[in-house]
């Protein structure tokens, strides 16, 4: 199977030769320079984010669910796909890589060049992929008949158009990823996007002037500010800011801002790890360990866990009806006058605010327990799988000439001794982010907690980032002795 994984590999490497890309700079530009080509990129996904696509019937108010916080993607616009092609084709590829299915080495640089070529064009896949699924089964026309496939109103013309809309939003996203991670911008585009969508759900829930009910112009807005002066002129009691089932409100603002505070602190802290050089006695350093091991990568699995049994529950139950029994599909996903009110999906779902987890207590305690169990599992598999791993980290030790002071060069005592720290670390740093998301989604944080989480770490990366950019900037002799 390896041998097979790594010719479909090859090939998909060298068909993404054939592929425009970005060229990456002949010389590297400036701070200031890469920062306006990032921003250009943000403003590039903004427009695409809030652009319709065309030939699609008119999208009515929908709900942000998690998946679309996940791939900073929007409905009914040609951001649908979003970054879920890149991140779907990333992680199934580091996965292949981590499980030894497909041998590379990562610190190779040709390795890595062949894995970044072949990801591209497995994106490109995937995107096309999903495009022909959305279009085929009649996602944004009515179906005219028992056959979704056959019997939609949109026509083949039209679907076809929507299709390819699709698929080049995604090859443009894929673009601005490169344009960015080839050192014209700063970070990654997914990154960037992905914060993007998660602010732009903040601020939605705390200025937004739009009304919870769009057809009923005089309903409350959904903004928290803009709700305070919806209660002060209606002359409504102020306890009605405290919680509410749609939209902003106090519970949920306070819980934002506690919750970033929180993560702020635990992303500074670290565990450090004493070490040495044979060749260097004199010489002694520390290998520091961030706190959060795990960073949010285990949350993000659980989300993408949930997002993949809401599509699975929607093929049986539309396309295999006549062959998956009604108790199957129940059992994935529970719907009633197009709500979800039960099955798996249901219980993997944050409530949202405050007054949905008191309407059912029953939802909110299985989603806490099931999320922080599922987190542990997911952040314990993706040690094993990414190289973070106790044997792993000992490897690297060995490799880079370092040594733990009072051990021997042994890579099965260095693991040891490592893994007291790093198995700890994993379990309790999972075990913390999967709290801190449930404890938001209970309270109705702005954002979701997946969202905060996921924005707090790459808020951080972009700061250390910028730090660095601007020390080398500054200092032209520390450029020369890193070799930039």
């Known amino acids: 199977m390896g041998a097979r994984a790594m010719g479909v590999l090859d090939l998909m490497a ?5 592929i425009p890309t ?25 427009i695409m984010a809030n652009t319709p696509l065309y030939g699609i019937e008119t999208q009515g108010p929908q709900n942000i669910l998690l ?22 084709a990333g992680l199934i590829m580091q996965i292949l890589v981590g499980a030894k299915l497909i041998d590379l080495d990562m610190s190779n640089p040709e390795d890595r060049k062949k894995f970044t ?3 591209k064009t497995f994106a490109l896949i995937l995107g096309a992929f ?12 009515q179906p005219t008949g028992p056959n979704i496939f056959l019997d939609c109103s949109g026509t083949l013309q039209q679907r076809l158009l929507v299709g390819i809309q699709l698929f080049l939003a995604t090859y443009i996203v894929i673009l601005l990823d490169e344009m960015i991670q080839k050192g014209w911008g700063i970070g990654s585009g997914v990154s960037l996007f992905i914060l993007a969508g998660v602010s732009l759900r903040m601020f939605w829930y705390l200025l937004s002037n739009v009304p919870v009910d769009p057809a009923n112009p005089g309903s409350p807005p959904i903004g928290f500010l803009p709700y305070l002066v919806y209660v002060y002129q209606n002359s409504l009691s102020w306890s009605v800011i405290m919680a509410r089932r749609i939209g902003g409100d106090l519970i949920g603002l306070v819980t934002t801002l506690a919750i970033l505070l929180i993560l702020v602190y635990l992303q500074g802290m670290k565990v450090e790890i004493p070490v040495t050089s044979p060749r260097l006695r004199s010489i002694k350093t520390k290998v520091p360990l961030q706190f959060l091991y795990v960073s949010n990568i285990p949350v993000l699995l659980v989300g993408i866990l949930y ?15 006549d062959v998956v029994p009604n108790t199957v599909t ?3 996903a529970k719907y009633e006058d197009g709500r979800l009110v039960g099955g798996l999906a249901y219980y993997l779902s944050p409530p949202g605010s405050f007054v949905n987890t008191l309407a059912d207590p029953i939802h909110a305690i299985v989603y806490a327990v099931s999320v922080v169990v599922l987190s542990v599992l997911f952040g314990l598999m993706w040690v094993e799988i990414s190289g973070l791993s106790a044997s792993a980290q000992a490897e690297q030790l060995i490799k880079s000439g370092m040594e733990i002071p009072g051990v021997r060069r042994n890579p099965k005592m260095l693991e040891a001794i490592l893994s007291r720290y790093i198995t700890p670390l994993t379990i309790l740093s999972a075990m913390i982010a999967g709290t801190i998301a449930v404890t ?5 944080a702005y954002g979701t907690g997946m969202g905060i989480l996921l924005a707090i770490g790459i808020v951080q990366q972009y700061y250390m980032m910028i730090a660095y950019e601007r020390a080398l900037e500054a200092y032209p002799l520390l450029k020369r002795l890193m070799g930039k």
Do not use: H
Request: charged share 20%; glycine share 6%.
């Open 14 to 18: 060298k068909a993404a030769n054939y």
């Open 22 to 46: 970005v060229e990456k700079p002949k010389q590297k530009p400036g701070l200031y320079e890469r920062l306006l080509w990032t921003a250009l990129a943000l403003i590039v996904y903004m």
């Open 67 to 88: 998946v679309q916080i996940i791939f900073a993607s929007n409905r009914g616009t040609l951001m649908e796909l979003g970054i879920g092609p890149i991140v779907t």
């Open 117 to 119: 070529a072949a990801q």
């Open 130 to 141: 999903e495009a022909a699924m959305y279009v085929a089964a009649c996602r944004y026309w």
């Open 307 to 321: 997002s993949d049994i809401l599509v699975f529950a929607s093929i049986f139950r539309t396309y295999l009806k």
């Open 330 to 332: 129940d059992f994935l």
């Open 440 to 444: 938001a989604d209970l309270l109705g």
